[in-house]
């Protein structure tokens, strides 16, 4: 059973970078069986879906933020992260990451419990 | 790309059947049998019920089921139970092979 886990500093200030990592068990992230995302709910708001990578380097990314995200893989460490530059307080949510199979890498199977990223001075 | 459309609200008894809606366009709902639905309980990660439009993942009660017909695609709970009082999401893949939510429906069991 795949599990994952977010970790990260649960504050950031204005402008600065959030950085995120996600910690996958169970599973290894450079098998070709699945996919990486990375998922954000804003308090009180619905999901709004990140970007997602394969293990190879493959990425895509919401057009919305995709000027400001970059994902990377760590197989070394059977990790994977998130960069999320020049944040504004719209960027306060939380951030789970997730894992999807290959097969259909749209469904979200497997999902960390999810950090809270504030971003304030 | 625009959230796909889902009711803010619904609400049904005990024993009750309700079904919740996803409207997209054919850029996404409509042109692809990748609809997915997630339940997510106050404080907790979604939990993936329904993938493909209608199939049920292992261990997800038979009382969920999922359809589309044209760009709306639609999840049912039927005998309807306490425990299945959160909030629920649909989303999709997209023609620029991104992924797309809907907005989230809370369902209140009365």
């Known amino acids: 059973q795949v599990q994952l886990q977010e970790s990260g500093p649960g504050l950031v200030k204005p402008s600065q970078t959030l950085s995120l990592t996600c910690t996958v068990s169970?599973?290894?992230?450079?098998?070709?069986?699945?996919?990486w995302s990375w998922i954000r709910q804003p308090p009180g708001k619905g999901l709004e879906w990140i970007a997602y990578?394969?293990?190879?380097?493959?990425?895509y990314y919401n057009p919305s933020l995709k000027s400001r995200v970059t994902i990377s893989v760590d197989t070394s460490k059977n990790q994977f992260s998130l960069k999320l530059g020049s944040v504004t307080a719209a960027d306060t949510a939380v951030y789970y990451c997730a894992g999807s199979y290959s097969s259909s890498w749209y469904t979200l199977v497997y999902w960390g419990q999810g950090t809270l990223v504030t971003v304030s001075s | 790309q625009s959230a796909l459309t889902q009711p803010a609200s619904v609400s049904g008894t005990p024993g009750q059947s309700i079904t919740i809606s996803c409207t997209g366009t054919s850029s996404d709902v409509g042109g692809y049998n990748s609809v997915s639905w997630y339940q997510q309980h106050p404080g907790k990660a979604p939990k993936l019920m329904i993938y493909e439009v209608s199939n049920r993942p292992s261990g997800v009660s038979n009382r969920f089921s999922g359809s589309k017909s044209g760009n709306t695609a639609s999840l049912t709970i039927s005998g309807l139970q306490a425990e299945d009082e959160a909030d629920y999401y649909c989303?999709?893949?997209?023609?620029?092979?991104?992924?797309?939510f809907g907005g989230g429906t809370k369902l209140t069991v009365l």
């Open positions: 989303n999709s893949y997209t023609t620029s092979s991104t992924v797309v």
């Open positions: 169970g599973g290894s992230i450079s098998s070709g069986d699945y996919y």
């Open positions: 990578m394969y293990y190879s380097g493959s990425t």
